[in-house]
């Protein structure tokens, strides 16, 4: 268990998932949070990295910090995507065992698995079979951070896990036009459509794709839980256990929007993995299950979107 003084780091903490992180350890009480933006700390640097590390020595690190995008931003950004994502992976995890940290947390992504897993996906099927093209970079680096955890611990006894999210959304996310995930991209869409009066709205694919989605603060409550309660060389899944439509999500973010107007699909454009689910029985096993329902969420994402129209121009 983390003391309530340890010294915790958060990498990434501006980020949807690492600034829920930080509220997450801030309601439990964890009052020795470490924090660093990009301009003070680039984690692509390794000397820079490897400074910070020696100087502060944190106890507890939360690898948080990734460059992240939807389907377009991925297919545009091949190598960038496997480069920054891999190097600054390799530097914090590499500089944390070279300082003695006690137990560092990997957040990647469900994006990991093979593109036709079995569903729900098992953590056991990593690596059994070709990945998705659309993301295979940034699932190459996230695979490689992962197993980096898992080498460390098999060769030198470290306590390294890591935790891989499905679909998240939530405040602070990145609601950017083209470089955004699909449900922050609907919510902008919408609601620039609903405010211009646009009599219709154009979406990606044919909207069969099937998806989960998980509220970025109940994520973060399970990051906390397995950093207090997990050990092992096998990730852990986080998702809901629940999936719909991308077709049901389009409509529902529209209702929540108060967008009334006709959704058109555009069956030229990639639908991307045709089913991804989460079989989350490992993180239930361990007495964890998710607190909120996709349409309260989306309610609350919807909200920080309108209360912060700064992250729509990421």
């Not at 660093?36 to 984690?43: A, G, I, Q, S, Y």
């Not at 999210?165 to 620039?192: K, M």
């Not at 309660?229 to 209702?255: D, Q």
Request: aromatic residues 10%; glycine residues 8%; contains cysteine.
């Amino acid at each position: 268990m983390m003391e309530k003084n340890a010294k915790i780091y958060v990498a990434g903490h501006r980020g949807m998932v690492g600034s829920a992180i930080v509220r997450e350890l801030n309601r439990q009480g964890y009052t020795n949070i470490i924090t660093r933006t990009h301009r003070e700390l680039d984690l692509t640097r390794q000397a820079e990295v490897e400074a910070f590390f020696a100087a502060e020595k944190p106890e507890y690190v939360f690898l948080a910090a990734a460059k992240v995008g939807g389907i377009v931003a991925n297919q545009n950004a091949l190598a960038d995507f496997m480069y920054d994502n891999m190097i600054l992976e390799m530097n914090v995890i590499h500089a944390a065992w070279k300082n003695g940290c006690k137990k560092l947390e990997f957040l990647g992504s469900s994006c990991i698995y093979p593109r036709m897993a079995p569903q729900p996906m098992k953590e056991s099927c990593l690596l059994t079979s070709e990945l998705e093209k659309t993301n295979e970079a940034y699932a190459l680096a996230k695979i490689s951070g992962l197993k980096y955890c898992e080498f460390l611990n098999r060769q030198y006894g470290t306590d390294y896990i890591s935790v891989m999210p499905t679909n998240l959304y939530g405040p602070n996310d990145n609601y950017h036009p083209t470089h955004s995930h699909v449900l922050p991209a609907l919510i902008r869409r919408f609601h620039e459509a609903k405010v211009e009066g646009k009599p219709y709205v154009t979406c990606w694919g044919d909207g069969s794709p099937l998806r989960e989605f998980l509220y970025v603060d109940d994520l973060a409550n399970l990051c906390v839980f397995l950093m207090n309660n997990y050990s092992g060389n096998e990730t852990v899944n986080a998702g809901t256990g629940k999936e719909l439509t991308i077709k049901e999500l389009t409509e529902m973010v529209a209702k929540v929007v108060g967008y009334r107007g006709e959704i058109r699909w555009d069956p030229t454009k990639p639908n991307g993995t045709p089913r991804k689910l989460l079989d989350v029985s490992k993180a239930t096993a361990l007495g964890w299950t998710y607190k909120t329902e996709l349409i309260d969420g989306i309610r609350l994402a919807y909200e920080d979107f309108l209360h912060n129209p700064i992250r729509a121009e990421r």
